[in-house]
């Protein structure tokens, strides 16, 4: 059965710091690409990041970047989110996903991903 499980979520005050992991099981993480995801209560699923299958390519939102980085450790079948300088406004299910496409000049388009993890929730408050 193929399957992504995201953990590392808490709760952090603003300022804070957190590192997400995405594992998969079934199969082999290197083969994909590897997309953060977020969604917050009452709004819209919104792209963090994107890391190519071999680490050599990443993309981040604007609104992330300086202070969120993706990586991977292939041999570890995992990626990670390091993010750094959470925000008030940040909390959310921070979602991982799989696939091996990508859309043309739109890196975050979620449509081309093919395997999801269930999330891992982040709550920033003081």
């Known amino acids: 059965q193929l399957q992504l499980v995201e953990s590392g979520g808490g709760l952090v005050q603003p300022g804070g710091s957190l590192r997400l992991s995405c594992a998969a099981s079934?199969?082999?993480?290197?083969?994909?690409?590897i997309g953060w995801y977020r969604q917050a209560p009452g709004k819209e699923r919104e792209g963090v990041s994107r890391?190519?299958?071999?680490?050599?390519?990443?993309y981040y939102a604007d609104s992330v970047k300086g202070r969120f980085t993706v990586s991977r450790d292939n041999a570890k079948n995992t990626v990670y989110l390091q993010m750094n300088s959470l925000k008030p406004e940040e909390p959310a299910t921070y979602y991982c996903?799989?696939?091996?496409?990508?859309?043309?000049?739109?890196?975050?388009?979620?449509?081309?991903?093919?395997?999801w993890g269930q999330g891992t929730q982040v709550t920033v408050s003081s």
């Open positions: 996903a799989a696939g091996v496409v990508i859309v043309p000049g739109d890196p975050l388009n979620s449509s081309v991903y093919q395997h």
């Open positions: 079934g199969f082999t993480l290197s083969s994909y690409a």
């Open positions: 890391i190519s299958s071999s680490g050599g390519r990443t």
